[in-house]
């Protein structure tokens, strides 16, 4: 999350990637470092026993949503 909050404070979108289980500490590290309204997109736990093919469509599967975060901004 600091990295992210350090890109979108440079002006460089940017939307952070987390298992399902882990949104409300997501939320709460973004709150924290001053930027609630962070992008996370999340993807199914766990992954840490997926194989690389597996692993792959997991980011196959979210890629859309993050590319639409990435390139559709609100106004303001």
Known sequence: ???LVHLERR????VGIATAPFA???VAQA???GMPGTTVA???HPVQL???????A???????SVLAA???RPAG
Not at 11 to 14: C, H, N, S, V, W
């Open 1 to 3: 999350m600091c990295d």
């Open 31 to 33: 709150r924290l470092l």
């Open 24 to 26: 409300d500490e997501a």
């Open 58 to 64: 997991r980011a196959d599967a979210v890629f859309p």
């Open 42 to 44: 999340y993807i199914p």
């Open 50 to 56: 997926l194989s690389a093919a597996e692993l792959a």
């Open 11 to 14: 002006g460089i979108p940017a």
């Open 70 to 72: 990435l390139t559709t």
